[in-house]
């Protein structure tokens, strides 16, 4: 990472994350707030709050760690203003643009509860082990354990219809 002299991130550093991590955190984002809009405005956040305070990284882990962390949290507010001020999505033909498949899979993870779907996302689609995940979510790894175990089955039992939803038993 290229470093000014007062050893933030550089407008360089901050073009390159915002390259790398965009798709990631708006996946993230729209596990738990369920509208584009609303998943765009966070992964925003989360860019604003890195060019605001332009953090020092230790590697690529922590720079990625804090990234989402960051989502996870703005997500929370998110939801927690939601609750409070109520909200209503402005566009329900976004789904549209994915394959029917990844429709079908990504509505059956988005019937778990919030947690039970970060562990599943961060597990499947980031690659993170259940420690990573523990540290990241900032719960006992036991926690992560159980989230995915049972949100394992709570997805076999979804999905176990159709062909699509075999494919995906064998994976989980």
Known sequence: MERRNDNYLSDGDIVRVVETYSDMLLRIALNRVKTISAAEDIVQGVFERLMRRRPIFESSEHEKAWLIRTA??????????????????????????????????????????????????????????VKEIGKLLKEPDGTVSSRLSRARKKLRAILEGGNHGRQIQQRL
């Open 72 to 129: 996870v949290n703005l997500c929370l507010s998110d939801l927690r203003a939601e609750t409070r001020h109520g909200s209503v999505p402005l566009d329900e033909n976004i789904a549209q643009d994915y394959g029917e498949d990844t429709f079908e899979v990504l509505d059956a993870v988005q019937t778990l509860p919030a947690p039970d779907r970060y562990a599943v996302y961060l597990y499947y689609y980031e690659g993170y082990g």
